[in-house]
């Protein structure tokens, strides 16, 4: 198994891919896209993944929360994307019904504002960038540090993004939670639990149902417009120089080990800066970023995980794990 691998649970599987009546239901339930059989290629950055058994992507609020309830009522699993970036789907693909927040969970706005500090609430399915650019264009610091994280608003969350510069726990006051019988609950800071690019939401889960972010709340401060653009111009300008921005990526591959070098320099100090493998190859501008090359499978990334884990364990006996969601059977 490729570390923690979203997989089905006996009948799981049949009751979503091969049961005519519970497509035809998913399809009566919601008014955006359903498809069958999706190449999840076409919905991650590192363009690579066999298919969903469904694939839906609900229009409102309103929509995705009465399916939530339903496909758990069903006993149905799901899974929640919202940018894809942070995702590897294996080349077997994923068996259940696939959620995408990207286009019915919209919006950004102004909640309260005040001379020390304003909140701003972004939807779960808003890209993290328009997050960053909105803070901008209203003279609010505390979010440059996520300018050019790629994904969205939601999956920032519950990866607790973030750089040298600061991570979403620092600025994220509340979330709108969705569980699966169908609550929606307001989680203040004092409830979530992060960690190193991860959250833990309270209550225990199953992961076959697992509670989705709506929305969240972050708390900025008044700063000078000019300043603010000017730093998130630089910001891009040097992320673009030390990593390779537009390659098929999922981003920064492997967490950084706690008490050692951070997982590129590491990769670099073995000569594996650039090894390829199959279609896949670790980047040669940032040794962190594994990349679709050359119409890689997702194997091909996989094997070459492995292959650079392997070897940073046998040089410094440090244990890269990865970053990146690996999902799939």
């Not at 992961?207 to 730093?231: T, Y």
């Not at 199959?278 to 990349?291: D, R, T």
Request: glycine residues 10%.
């Amino acid at each position: 198994m490729h570390g923690a691998v979203w997989r089905e649970k006996g009948r799981l599987s049949r009751l979503v891919r091969h049961n005519q009546a519970f497509r035809e239901e998913v399809g009566q339930r919601v008014t955006g896209r359903v498809a069958f059989d999706e190449p999840m290629a076409a919905h991650t950055w590192l363009r690579v993944g066999g298919p969903a058994d469904a694939y839906v992507a609900p229009k409102s609020p309103d929509e995705l929360t009465a399916l939530v309830k339903w496909l758990a009522a069903e006993n149905a699993p799901y899974l929640i994307i919202g940018g894809g970036s942070n995702l590897l789907v294996t080349d077997r693909g994923i068996r259940g019904v696939v959620i995408d927040t990207s286009a019915g969970l919209k919006g950004i706005s102004v909640i309260s504002e005040g001379p020390v500090s304003t909140v701003v609430q972004a939807m779960a399915g808003e890209r993290l960038n328009r997050l960053c650019r909105f803070a901008v264009d209203k003279g609010l610091a505390g979010l440059n540090f996520a300018v050019g994280i790629p994904g969205s608003v939601g999956g920032a969350i519950m990866m607790n993004a973030g750089t040298a510069g600061g991570a979403v726990e620092q600025v994220l006051t509340q979330a709108t939670v969705l569980f699966p019988d169908g609550r929606l609950e307001s989680v203040n800071d004092s409830m979530l639990s992060f960690a190193y690019r991860e959250l833990a939401l309270p209550g225990p889960h199953n992961p076959m149902h697992p509670p989705v972010i709506i929305d969240g709340r972050f708390k900025l401060q008044p700063a000078s417009r000019d300043d603010l653009a000017a730093e998130a111009e630089a910001l891009l300008k040097s992320r673009s120089e030390k990593q390779p921005i537009g390659d098929a990526s999922a981003g920064c591959f492997f967490k950084n080990p706690e008490d050692a070098e951070p997982a590129g320099a590491l990769i670099e100090k073995i000569g594996m800066k650039g090894a390829k493998l199959g279609g896949a190859q670790v980047s040669e501008k940032h040794a962190n970023f594994i990349l679709n090359r050359e119409n890689a499978k997702a194997e091909d990334i996989l094997r070459l995980m492995e292959k650079v884990q392997a070897a940073v364990y046998k040089a410094f006996r440090v244990e890269l794990k990865p970053e990146v969601r690996i999902v799939g059977e």
